[in-house]
């Protein structure tokens, strides 16, 4: 991370994955993504951050890039007695090999979710945590279109 002033940091990172399939093809991906965070006077943090991957596959129709772009706000007084976050996000994903058109595969999602860390809630050093979060998926293939809509309840570490 590079430490622009008291308040701004920006970062980058290069990253690969590889994932052996028992019953799914093996899949190679390479990402590079950079972010940056702000914390304004006011006390809000703002964060973003971009990713480009490229996976590749010994299957043709595992194969994709991909773009993604996230954003959220952290405010700086507690909200429900609890530490929020509001985060935004925009995925497109293209493959140029489906088994289910010729002109490839394509998908484009949105989503959004709403995190509240309980701070004042110490167990051993972990805080409950509870998120609420949707995404909207939509693809030229009906069958890889989703909506979602949930709440997730979790603990993370308090350090």
Request: hydrophobic share 35%; charged share 20%; proline share 3%.
């Amino acid at each position: 991370a590079y430490i622009v002033n008291p308040r701004t940091k920006l970062g980058a990172s290069l990253n690969g994955e590889r994932q052996m399939g028992i019953a799914a093809p093996d899949l190679d991906t390479a990402k590079i993504s950079m972010w940056g965070g702000h914390r304004l006077q006011n006390g809000h943090s703002v964060f973003w951050s971009a990713t480009g991957a490229q996976a590749t596959s010994s299957l043709a129709s595992e194969e994709f890039t991909e773009i993604q772009m996230r954003g959220s706000f952290v405010w700086a007084q507690p909200v429900f007695g609890a530490t929020a976050q509001f985060g935004m996000g925009l995925r497109t994903r293209d493959y140029d090999v489906s088994p289910h058109s010729a002109d490839g595969r394509r998908d484009d999602e949105i989503s959004a979710d709403l995190t509240l860390v309980f701070k004042q809630l110490d167990y051993h050093g972990f805080n409950p945590t509870v998120t609420i979060y949707g995404s909207q998926k939509n693809s030229n293939i009906a069958l890889y279109e989703s909506n979602k809509l949930g709440i997730n309840f979790g603990i993370q570490s308090a350090f």
